[in-house]
């Protein structure tokens, strides 16, 4: 039997037009190894909408709320994982403020424009998936 997951991520843009990555902490996910740069984001509690979770994910990581209405820009398959199926949708959406990480979930965090991110060493690989394919997207919103 396969196990199936949801989880959903955000990328978030400031004001001044730069976007949020945040480092995974090593101690609590070990397996991400040089892949430690990610957007914010998490499992969805089943049971309760999309939206909601997403949001519950920003406070908890960042301590932030969204400024508005997030935009949809992707829905990925991760098969990663032997007898687990996770199936990841991403948006992008504002925020204002800067984060207040939890140290028990991530170690560090910074503000980059998408050609920053690009060229970004550590990027976790389903987000670069992401950006590859949906730029044209997430440069719109």
Partial sequence: MIELQVGVK???????G?????????TKYPEVGQHQWDIVGGRI???????????REIKEEVGLDLANEPRLVAAQDILRIPGRHVVRL???????????LDPNEHS?????TLEEIRNLEGLDLYFKEVLNSKSEIIERH
């Fill in 45 to 55: 509690d089943p049971g309760s909408p999309l939206l909601d979770n997403l949001k």
């Fill in 90 to 100: 991403t948006y992008v959406g504002d925020i204002e403020g800067e984060p207040k």
């Fill in 108 to 112: 560090d965090f910074g503000w980059f």
């Fill in 10 to 16: 955000i990328l978030l843009r400031n004001g001044e």
């Fill in 18 to 26: 730069k976007y949020l990555l945040v480092r995974r902490s090593l």
